[in-house]
């Protein structure tokens, strides 16, 4: 489209207008349970969920509304303040700096090889086009490793390979035209897949109650250090392969904080910020839960379980 319209404002107005379409979104979309029982209303929650059962054919449990009311008593006791309450827990603490440091890494990994298409050969709208086609493919791989490798080892080892093959890239700078945008493709598929891991872990890991302000706070703060991409593609003036070494660098600080975040496959998510703070402490290291490993159906149970536990504590 850029390359057919040749005018700023006019590829504006093109790639702008059809998302006012979105705005009839709002008309089919439910709300949220989970936000809804956090706010504390029982009825809209209930009548939702007695919706979702409906549609797909499951019985509705007995005594629905007593055990959302009970559920939201446990898990309301204390007021909601935004996100200066997010850094009064040491668990939840610790995973707000990691998330902002990930979504920050992603970000300027993103746009700094989007930025730094233009230094290098061949036709820049081909560049551009192939960065951006191949998100498709990379969305859809990164759905299934989510699903079945698991978030955590998934968004850290993306960004890892990302960032080797913008290292890569770095190195073959000189050589054929085709092999460093290869390496460039390659770079922002599995930058692209890191990205998606940390939008899922973002909203897995915050509590229901602070999901939007912790996420609209790491989403904030990696947007300020956005403003320096286009900086990042600027440093080939000082030496050619300088965009792609920064750009490495970002990617390998990414993928340690990314490692450092807990895995949430088929985990029972945290529902206030004194669940978070206790939400899967005891994970080691170098521990890997992946479906490769487990049962589909012992992992359903235990987290069914799980479920159950939690209802009864909450019905106490």
Sequence with gaps: ??????????????????????????WFLPESPRWLLSRGHIEQCAALMTTIATRNGKQVPDRLKE???????????????????????STVRLRTLLLTACYACNYLFYYGLAYNTVNLSGNEFLNFFLLSVVELPSTMLGWWAAQFLGRRWTGALSILLAAIFSLANAILLNTSQWVTIMMM??????????????????????????????????SLISSIFGTATPYIAYSHVYWNNLPLVIIFVIGFIGFINASLLPETLDADLPQSLLQADKFLTGDKYWSYKGRRCWSGKVRVMESNEQGHTNLAISED
Excluded at 67 to 89: D, K, P
């Design 1 to 26: 489209i850029a390359w057919l319209t040749k005018d700023w404002f006019l590829l504006g107005v093109i790639t702008t207008v059809p998302f006012f379409l979105l705005i009839l979104c709002w």
């Design 67 to 89: 055990r959302l009311q009970a559920v939201s008593f446990t898990h309301n006791t204390e007021r909601n303040y935004g996100v200066v309450q997010l850094l009064n827990y």
């Design 185 to 218: 493709v390659l770079s922002k598929m599995f930058n692209t897949i890191s990205f998606l891991m940390v939008y899922i872990q973002c909203s897995e890991i915050y509590p229901t109650t602070h999901r939007s302000c912790g996420t609209g706070l790491s």
